[in-house]
């Protein structure tokens, strides 16, 4: 009797433990689980979504203040930046262009923006481009800047060929789609020395599936083949007349055979562009929204054509294009152990389901963090999953057991996703944040498992 009174004494005084709101513990008390609130919120993510334009990038510079107000106020981060050799086309590029084009790079650092990059030789429709061999020249010289800028720039496209670099008014290259066997031979060229001095880590686009179907492979690029560093898998698309017309102002040659491999192909190679004439019923939300998912989008220039993003605007649809721009990833759940031992193995797993339009294009890290609640010491831990591989409309599961050293100091630690840009590890605003409700921390960058483990 007396050793039941005193096990009932025990038992009332233990502390009652209380798993937090957001949790729920598991079979056996010793792993928690975790369901994550999605947030509809706009905010501005790297390498995605709507850009701003600038068409004289080699003339008018950059302003800090200017580009962190996109990041602030438009939840932009993202600007393009075509870059004029007009006065290059009989000589190499001068030291002061160089520099000009080095400068622009570095502000958008500085801004925490990245560029869509394009050079161009001309804005007539008379085509007065430079020729191969001046073109691949000046390549050569470009091609340090490039390296040097490497972390900031989001993707080149092809350009320097025709009007604005669009391929289609040329005088070098074959004028007004009428391109010979030779014409092709030097477009590939140029694109082969694109790839050549462009960082291996960045794609470069052309303007109309035909290009690449014609240069390299008329086949989509099979999944195998992703992220592999061939050439097909570094080159994408853009679209600079989106919705304009049936076959978006000459975009497609033949929709029946180009809309099933482009749909195919950008799974996993950058697709982008901009629209450039209203053209209801095409132009209006419903088509926009249908080719913008299937054709995997990662973004879109928000200065043109204001008669069509008017539109979207009007039939309530461009908050929505906005945030499905590009990948949108929400976490859904996740099992994590309430305790783990210094020299033991912590099994963590989440879900993530990817909203956006498309998957990252550039590589990123994963990373576990384990943050000690008592000093704010942080230890990380590489996570083996691609974010590249976390698919658009899909639901992913990563399933890791990490290894804690020995060293680790015992205490309690707070668990955090770090999904950071490889090139710039530092910067919190190349950092991906999730769209869960009370998970980001824009100081560091991270984002919050809403878990905490016990390092015995």
Not at 1 to 29: D, E, N, T
Not at 259 to 278: D, Q, S
């Amino acid at each position: 009797m007396v050793k039941r009174i005193l096990a009932l004494i025990v038992l009332l005084c233990a502390p009652l433990a209380v798993a937090p709101a957001h949790a729920s513990a598991a079979a056996g008390g010793d792993r928690g689980t975790v369901t994550y609130a999605r947030t509809s919120a706009a905010f501005v993510n790297p390498e995605r979504g709507l850009y701003h334009h600038s068409g004289d990038c080699d003339k008018d510079d950059f302003s800090v203040e200017t580009l962190r107000g996109y990041r602030a106020d438009d939840h932009i981060s993202l600007v393009m930046c075509v870059f004029y050799l007009a006065e290059f086309k009989d000589g190499p590029i001068s030291p002061a262009a160089l520099a000009q084009l080095h400068q622009q790079l570095g502000t958008v650092r500085q801004a925490g923006l990245k560029a869509i990059l394009r050079f161009a030789y001309t804005t007539s429709t008379d085509g007065d481009d430079a020729p191969k061999e001046r073109v691949l020249a000046h390549l050569d010289q470009l091609a340090p800047y490039l390296r040097a800028n490497e972390d900031v720039i989001y993707l080149m496209q092809a350009g320097f060929v025709g009007a604005w670099g669009e391929w289609y008014y040329t005088r070098n290259f074959g004028d007004q789609g009428v391109v010979t066997d030779a014409d092709w031979a030097k477009r590939k060229a140029v694109v082969d020395k694109i790839l050549a001095v462009l960082p291996s880590t960045r794609m470069a686009q052309l303007r109309t599936p035909l290009f690449k179907r014609t240069m390299y492979s008329a086949g989509p690029l099979p999944p195998g083949q992703a992220h592999d560093g061939s050439a097909p898998a570094r080159l994408g698309h853009h679209n600079d007349c989106f919705l304009a017309s049936p076959d978006d102002y000459g975009t497609y040659a033949d929709p029946a055979v180009e809309y099933p491999y482009l749909r195919a192909e950008t799974a996993f190679v950058a697709m982008g562009g901009e629209t450039c004439n209203p053209n209801p019923p095409r132009s209006d939300c419903p088509t926009a929204k249908e080719e913008l998912a299937g054709f995997h989008y990662s973004y879109l220039n928000t200065d043109y054509h204001p008669g069509v993003l008017g539109g979207w605007a009007a039939g309530g649809c461009l908050d929505e294009i906005s945030r499905r721009l590009g990948y949108r990833f929400a976490l859904r759940s996740g099992a994590y152990p309430d305790r783990a031992a210094r020299g033991g193995v912590l099994p963590v797993a989440f879900t993530v389901r990817n909203d956006g339009y498309a998957s990252p294009v550039n590589p990123r890290d994963a990373a576990l963090v384990l943050r000690d609640t008592a000093t704010s010491a942080v230890h990380r831990f590489p996570l083996a999953t691609d974010p590249r591989t976390w698919q658009a409309g899909e639901t992913t599961t990563i399933r890791e057991r990490i290894r804690l050293p020995g060293s680790l100091p015992r205490g309690r630690y707070e668990l955090l996703l770090d999904l950071p840009d490889p090139k710039l590890p530092g910067r919190a605003e190349y950092s991906i944040r999730l769209a869960n409700e009370g998970t980001w921390e824009p100081g560091t960058g991270l984002n919050a498992l809403l878990h905490t483990v016990t390092v015995t």
